[in-house]
């Protein structure tokens, strides 16, 4: 994919993010502007779209898996920050570093095999290099994940019932009874329909919508503020999935947690989402609210992925797919990541495109809307060219 | 064969190429109840009847268990109906024996939702798509790469690769091996069961492209099997809703999307959820099902809905409505509902 002349460049640059905890486009950028000061409050001004206090706090996160074949980094200099009440679609093909990402934020990778750097902050402390044991105090309590396959996400040989109790007993000093009283309560909350039969059921005996409520409930169950949510709507049908997604609404107006989806569906993000940060190749390449993102997207590979939707409100001539593969992680090519697939690389002047990274910069110089693209003319592409196809 | 074929209406004008009429299966299952055991039966699919042009192409759009999938094992007999007929140019092939299905075979070809488990890993590509040339006899001992090259050019692969496992392709790359392995036989029809579902979406888009490509040089007809409505908006001229083993509502594409007359047709559209909303497009109005899709062991009795239905009275548990042509329906669309009536405001209007 990427010329062997540049190759030295791609190392180059994942050198000096191991060494210094920071991403090739940061240190580009704060070689350029000088002072760090400077450079750190402009990232936050743009990493919050919402301009709220956020809870959650992503800052410069890289994940790294060596591995037999050299060294996979699957995220890269990631940073968002998630408000309480508010919810942040997290998008991106198989691969993009989604799921990766989050599972950082839960610390489940493993020790051993993962090399984390950057920060992650839970509402102002910071979780990365945490001790298992403290980790645990978090997991489940604070923060819960809401994994997408609820079948292989339940233990088969307990009950759901006692499963969801046991979330509760691990962190609260109760009898069994109050846990119980408590799973119970959940239960119905999520919409399960007669809870003390159900409590005692195997998750074999719920339906695939059944055993996802079940799943929330026990993601719930101990009023967690941030909630992860990994494709939860994935293995469901679409009537059944209206409803997970009417509950995860509610529930989060209800105890105005934050809530991180992470999803393939552009559709789910329209309707769930207030801010959306676009990934490819383990960068986030477009962030800002879903209002900018999906309706004045700034970045070719967001076009890409909504022009190749085929819409249930319209029938579209012929799709317009992204040409081509998602690049290996092992080997990223030269430049913006997504340069061997794009449209418009022509457009600007000489090779940037292959030999700079673009940095992730406020799409009109100054909002909280990003993307990662050299192009200029941006907004007037997408308007006379993409804007017109997506009708 | 090799003619294009325009895109045809469902009332098509020639003979329709494939013919189902009240294809039935039902799986028989042993029970513990008490001491002894019963005898159950799943009704899978129950009285399914539609037509397929030449060239044409049908969407069976529907929730999980509602035997979209079943009714496609059928048609290629991969699985024998309890009962009904599949016409395939006039000719019943439901009860036939294997010998005298081979011939039939090679015109009705599958291409499987999942590219990982639906291809042997121990088969080089080349076996993998030639494998049905030579139980067909259809190329000359010593001509079979060529003509597997030429497939794989085809399905957009790279004819070099035709050496390779199919643990080096990607997702997408394997589908379109399934994709070349059901076009070797120059089939008439194929059915295409969740071609795309387990592809990310700039994949999806491709293998899409391929398939109507495919339908347009190659005049192949496609019963196209999804659960994702916009998938079906834009790949079918007909589509048929099923719920719980039988049709509730077939029509053309358009009738279906923009007035569709059955309530659980009604309840699909709305369910899903749409990007439109974010571009100024207003909200449509939202039914929410509730509950599950009954079991089909035990059905209920007289419309199959009606348990999650909000039109339900007394009628719809005593007698099962017939899909039938509606007073307010276009021509060729038709609703098993006693309460249907079009509701045009689901879908945004079509671009």
Not at chain 1, 115 to 128: A, P
Not at chain 1, 132 to 159: C, W
Request: charged share 20%; glycine share 8%; hydrophobic share 40%.
């Amino acid at each position: 994919m990427s010329t062997p002349a540049n190759e030295p460049g791609t190392a180059d640059t994942l050198g000096k993010d191991g060494l210094n905890t920071m991403s090739g486009a940061d240190a580009a950028a704060q070689a350029k502007r000088g002072p760090s000061i400077a450079t750190r409050e402009r990232r936050q001004g743009s990493l919050n779209p919402s301009g709220e206090t956020p809870y959650l706090e992503v800052t410069d996160l890289t994940v790294k898996f060596p591995t037999a074949d050299g060294v996979v980094s699957a995220v890269n200099g990631l940073s968002y920050a998630v408000p309480l009440g508010r919810t942040l679609a997290i998008v991106g093909e198989s691969g993009s570093g989604k799921s990766v990402s989050s599972m950082a934020v839960m610390g489940l990778h493993d020790r051993k095999r993962t090399r984390i750097t950057g920060s992650i902050k839970l509402g102002g402390d910071e979780i990365v290099g945490l001790a298992e044991n403290d980790l645990m105090k978090i997991r489940g309590d604070a923060v819960s994940m809401v994994f997408q396959d609820p079948q292989s996400s339940l233990h088969p040989l307990y009950t759901v019932g006692s499963q969801i109790a046991e979330a509760y007993l691990v962190h609260h000093k109760v009898s069994k009874d109050v846990a119980k009283k408590r799973a119970l309560e959940m239960l119905d909350l999520v919409g399960i329909p007669n809870p003390i039969r159900r409590f005692k059921q195997y998750p074999h005996e719920f339906s695939g919508g059944m055993r996802q409520r079940a799943m929330i409930a026990m993601g719930l169950v101990n009023d967690p503020k941030l909630v992860i949510a990994d494709e939860p709507t994935t293995a469901l049908d679409v009537t059944v999935q209206a409803q997970i997604l009417d509950l995860l609404n509610n529930l989060q107006k209800e105890f105005g947690s934050a809530i991180v989806l992470i999803t393939h569906d552009l559709g789910v993000v329209a309707e769930m989402a207030d801010d959306v940060l676009v990934m490819y190749a383990g960068r986030c390449v477009e962030y800002g609210t879903a209002q900018d993102v999906l309706a004045q997207p700034r970045m070719p590979y967001t076009w890409g992925l909504l022009e190749s939707i085929p819409t249930v409100s319209a029938a579209s001539e012929r799709l317009r797919p992204i040409k081509g593969l998602p690049p290996s992680l092992l080997n990223l090519p030269s430049g913006c990541s997504f340069n061997p697939r794009c449209p418009y690389k022509d457009r600007v002047k000489g090779e940037r495109c292959t030999t700079d990274l673009p940095e992730l910069l406020p799409v009109d110089g100054a909002g909280a809307h990003t993307s990662r693209c050299h192009l200029h003319d941006k907004a007037s592409i997408y308007e006379a060219e993409v804007a017109p196809r997506l009708g | 064969m090799n003619n294009p074929v325009q895109d045809t209406t469902p009332a098509a004008q020639s003979t329709p190429l494939l013919q189902v009429r009240d294809l039935k299966m039902h799986f028989p299952i042993k029970e513990a109840a008490g001491l002894g055991r019963t005898r159950k039966v799943v009704q899978a699919v129950d009285g399914v009847s539609f037509d397929l042009a030449p060239g044409g192409s049908l969407g069976l759009v529907g929730e999980s268990g509602c035997g979209k999938s079943t009714t496609g094992r059928m048609i290629t007999r991969l699985l024998t109906p309890t009962a009904g007929q599949i016409l395939f140019k006039g000719t019943d092939i439901a009860q036939l024996k294997e010998r005298e299905l081979r011939p039939f075979r090679r015109e009705l070809q599958i291409v499987f939702q999942d590219p990982y488990s639906s291809l042997n890993p121990r088969q080089t590509v080349s076996n993998i798509i030639s494998t049905p040339l030579r139980v067909h006899n259809l190329v000359k001992r010593g001509k079979e790469l060529e003509r597997v090259q030429e497939l794989l050019e085809r399905v957009g692969l790279n004819p070099e690769h035709h050496n390779r496992y199919p643990n080096e392709f990607s997702g997408g790359q394997r589908q379109r091996i399934g994709i070349a392995r059901a076009l070797a036989v120059e089939p008439e029809v194929i059915i295409a069961d969740e071609p795309v579902s387990a592809l990310d979406v700039s994949i999806q888009a491709q293998v899409m492209n391929l398939m109507e490509d495919l339908r347009r040089d190659l005049g192949i007809a496609f019963v196209f099997i999804a659960h994702d409505l916009g998938v079906v908006r834009h790949f079918c001229d007909t589509v048929a809703v099923m719920y719980l083993g039988k049709i509730v509502e077939q029509g053309p594409r358009e009738q279906i999307y923009t007035a569709p007359q059955h309530p659980y047709t009604q309840a699909l559209l709305s369910a899903a959820p749409d990007l439109g909303t974010i571009r100024g497009v207003p909200a449509k109005e939202r039914i929410r099902l509730v509950g599950d899709v009954p079991s089909p062991i035990d059905p209920p009795s007289g419309c199959r809905f009606r348990t999650r239905c909000w039109k339900a009275e007394e009628i719809c548990a005593t007698q099962e409505p017939l899909l039938e042509i509606k007073p307010r329906s276009a021509a060729g669309h038709t609703a098993a509902c006693h309460f249907a009536e079009p509701k045009v405001d689901l879908t945004a209007a079509t671009a």
